[in-house]
């Protein structure tokens, strides 16, 4: 119910309103906005702007609503819904606003998995994928407002193409005009759709049937509508009115998409025209559809070790840029390499001490305001005094520590050196298995209290490392996926420094190297003139619990050094393997990912004692 003085619903006025009269009947909508979709709906109340200004601080440009779905707020831009004479629909907008919250998207995650696909069906057009689900969204929003709330949703899209008038209407507006007029039964041309155009007005009817057809599933109707905007988008992908209702192209700023790093089941099946679809034409489907029916597949991807599809990783970063996260490549790879880790993370061993210390109950001390709630003896407290008053009567127990019977486990830290000469993958443009297998191994290591050191190296003074052994997912990552593509040499100063300042008294360390044959550079002389042979043995000494290397390598290493002939690389690795090393080689860097899965069992399954 409208509340604004003077104004007879569908009026027009030669002046829009101020926009301090616009906000309180914005801000008394709300409710009935809602529940506009359920009684039960809660979301958090609307930003409402006075100002382009201060909408632009809330990330709202271009348009004159936005949702913001990491906090599920709606942003409102009053200053344009006056200029655009929209003031008189509060409950409309704001109804549609809290649409794209509880129906379409709903989630970043569906927000991002709707854009890619799309991408899909937009071959060489795929940037205007964040348009085109715009679009699809509001249709089905929209569809239900208008014909199961009442809501005025038509006459919104009258007001904004006056505002927005231009020289010549694109195709692309009209036909989603002509949509919305076969949905809601309107003349043809009252919203602005194809009057004499019978092919574009068949379209329309197309668009209508996908909108009604897949209402309960919209994701899989996305290509449909996708494939029928396709021609219309390269006649023209510009209308000023289109860009007026872009009110999802920043929704997914800051969330955390999950899943994405794997192409779903569904999202493989072949990109069909709505004409050809027989769940929107109710003709029975063909027994083979010809090559001509769909879409190429432009989908960049490989198969994972998990039997799905994996994305590349530039793939993955344009999906969510087009979601609306604004991510450097170094960012994007940092999230990808952590989806694709956790499926395969294992519980990374842990070494038996002594003697497991047991807590003892000693005495009592006060309870305070901020002291978890568990830790309140309510016992105590009551027989102290029967009158409860928190941080001057509650006590709580204190604990000290005695030997038990039971040995304690302590986990074992990680030191991983990762190779990113030029002869590996850049991982923030394609899988670099060397990064996935050593996020499968760090994150495992994470899981059970372990503290991960990473050094990605190449050519002299090209190395990037952790600050020493550390707990933090990111700084792990964000090593794992940087990337040099230069020359190789094994920082040996690195390994000298970090064992040369290790007690006994420090955790056990294992060393692990993924790499090629140039890891046996670890064995030339540093800097100072040591060997690299004396560096290594001390490192595996003073780390106490072993090292691997993982290498990929042409062919196998033989097993006696009479096979080796004069094969230097090889030699070098013979010798490594007699001084402890324990070497694995894989045929294909593929074969990493297998190798980072069964790295705990195979090496520390029985638990092993440090080495003397």
């Not at 510009?238 to 872009?246: E, F, I, N, T, W």
């Not at 690299?532 to 490192?539: F, H, S």
Request: hydrophobic share 40%.
């Amino acid at each position: 119910m409208d509340t604004y003085p003077a104004r007879a619903a569908g009026a027009r006025v030669s002046e829009p309103l101020p926009v301090d009269d616009v906000l309180a009947p914005w801000r008394d909508a709300w409710p009935a906005a809602l529940a506009a979709w359920s009684r039960f709906t809660r979301l958090q109340d609307p930003r409402l702007c006075r100002t382009q200004a201060e909408a632009s601080k809330e990330g709202l440009s271009g348009s004159f609503a936005m949702i913001r779905l990491v906090d599920q707020r709606v942003v409102i831009d009053l200053e344009e819904i006056a200029r655009l004479d929209l003031a008189d629909y509060a409950l409309e907008i704001l109804a549609h606003e809290i649409g794209h919250h509880v129906l379409a998207p709903a989630t970043a995650t569906d927000h991002a998995r709707l854009v890619a696909r799309i991408r899909r069906a937009l071959p060489t057009l795929e940037a205007h994928a964040p348009m085109v689900a715009n679009l699809y969204a509001d249709l089905l929003i929209n569809d239900r407002l208008q014909r199961q709330c009442g809501l005025r949703m038509a006459d919104i899209y009258r007001r904004i193409a006056e505002h927005r008038n231009s020289a010549a209407t694109t195709p692309m507006w009209m036909l989603y005009m002509g949509i919305y007029e076969q949905l809601w039964q309107q003349g043809s041309g009252t919203l602005g759709g194809p009057v004499d155009d019978d092919a574009m007005r068949g379209d329309a009817w197309l668009g209508a049937r996908v909108v009604r057809a897949y209402a309960g599933d919209w994701l899989d109707g996305a290509t449909r509508f996708a494939a029928l905007l396709l021609p219309y988008l390269v006649q023209s992908v510009s209308d000023p009115r289109v860009d007026a209702l872009m009110d999802t192209r920043h929704a997914a700023q800051g969330s955390q998409p999950v899943g994405l790093d794997r192409i779903d089941d569904d999202e493989l099946t072949p990109v069909l025209h709505p004409a050809l679809d027989p769940r929107i034409t109710g003709e029975k489907p063909q027994e083979s559809p010809g090559e001509d029916q769909a879409l190429p597949d432009t989908s960049t991807s490989r198969h994972s070790n998990t039997g799905a599809q994996a994305r590349e990783p530039f793939e993955y970063g344009e999906i969510l840029r087009a979601a609306g996260l604004n991510l450097s490549d170094h960012d994007i790879a940092v999230r990808y390499y952590r989806e694709r880790a956790l499926p395969h993370l294992i519980r990374f061993p842990t070494r038996p001490q002594p003697q497991a210390m047991e807590p003892q109950m000693e005495g009592l001390e006060p309870w305070e305001l901020g002291d978890p709630l568990d830790a309140l003896d309510w016992m105590q407290t009551v027989l102290q005094s029967p009158r409860v008053i928190p941080g001057l009567t509650t006590v709580q127990r204190t604990y000290g520590l005695a030997p038990g019977r039971e040995p304690a486990s302590e986990p074992v830290d990680l030191d991983l050196y990762v190779d990113s000469s030029g002869s590996m993958p850049n991982p923030q443009t394609h899988t670099s298995y060397l990064a996935l297998a050593g996020a499968v191994i760090a994150l495992s290591a994470l899981r059970v209290g372990s503290r991960v050191q990473v050094t990605l190296w190449s050519g002299k003074q090209q190395e990037l490392h952790t600050e020493g052994f550390v707990r933090s997912e990111d700084a792990i990552l964000r090593v794992l996926t940087g990337f040099f593509g230069g020359a190789t040499a094994f920082p040996i100063h690195r390994l000298r420094d970090t064992y040369a300042a290790r007690t006994p008294h420090d955790r056990a360390v294992h060393i692990l190297h993924l790499s090629d044959d140039g890891i046996t550079t670890m064995f030339a002389n540093d800097e100072r003139g040591n060997s690299g042979w004396n560096v290594a043995a001390n490192a595996l000494r003073v780390g106490r619990a072993g090292g691997t290397m993982a290498l990929n390598l042409y062919q196998p290493l033989p097993e006696r050094l009479a096979d080796a002939g004069k094969t230097a690389w090889v030699i070098d690795l013979l010798r490594a393997r007699s001084e402890g090393w324990a070497i694995h080689v894989v045929r294909d860097m593929e074969q990493l990912l297998a190798f980072a899965r069964d790295f705990s069992q195979r090496h520390y399954g029985s638990a092993p004692k440090a080495r003397a």
